[in-house]
């Protein structure tokens, strides 16, 4: 591509600096941010945008780090794709360095372990409710007697000292060992899903 009319490599680098740094949740966001401010500007058109998400999405590493340096690349080439990128991941390294030096140093307070603790007892317990319903309609005596002993194996693994992979991959292997009798299967075994 050759480089067209757009906005000033200061423009360019505030405009990228503003949009990325601002959100919060994920690039796509401030990508999306930043099409609608080219795009306004008439700086970016549907096309441009289409061929950089592509490009983005298949290359590998953070989707809108490449969208930035591909920005920075069309309308200033190496020195705007440079600057895009450095002011697109700069910022957010110092956050993410920032909070992981105050939580090193927070985490010394008992009441913060605590808390810590009690957060993750909360999410293990959302995660297990969300687990038993939707589990719990397919449940029978027989199906529950090959989760008990699917889990009673885990949990002698993971007292045994084994890693959380060995014992994910023993639980599968058990699991596809018994057999499964479905309903309305008239006393034959399969070890299929049913069939609608």
């Known amino acids: 591509m050759n480089r067209i009319e757009g906005p000033s490599l200061r423009e360019l680098v505030s405009s990228v600096a503003f949009e990325t740094n601002r959100t919060v949740g994920g690039g796509l966001v401030s990508i999306e941010l930043l099409r609608r401010r080219f795009t306004a500007r008439g700086w970016l058109d549907a096309t441009v945008h289409g061929v950089f998400i592509a490009v983005s999405r298949f290359t590998p590493g953070t989707v809108v780090l490449a969208y930035v340096v591909m920005l920075g690349w069309r309308f200033h080439r190496w020195i705007g794709a440079l600057l895009a990128l450095?002011?697109?991941?700069?910022?957010?390294?110092?956050?993410?360095f920032a909070l992981a030096v105050t939580l090193a140093r927070v985490d010394q307070y008992s009441t913060v372990r605590a808390l810590l603790a009690v957060g993750i007892l909360v999410a293990g317990v959302l995660v297990l409710g969300s687990a038993w319903h939707l589990v719990r309609p397919y449940l029978t005596r027989e199906s529950g007697i090959r989760l008990t002993m699917i889990a009673l194996i885990a949990v002698a693994l993971v007292i045994a000292g084994a890693t959380p992979v060995r014992v994910l991959l023993v639980a599968a292997v058990v699991s596809a060992a018994l057999p499964v009798r479905l309903p309305g299967a008239s006393g034959r075994e399969s070890r299929g899903p049913a069939k609608a």
């Open 86 to 96: 450095a002011v697109a991941s700069i910022p957010a390294s110092l956050i993410v």
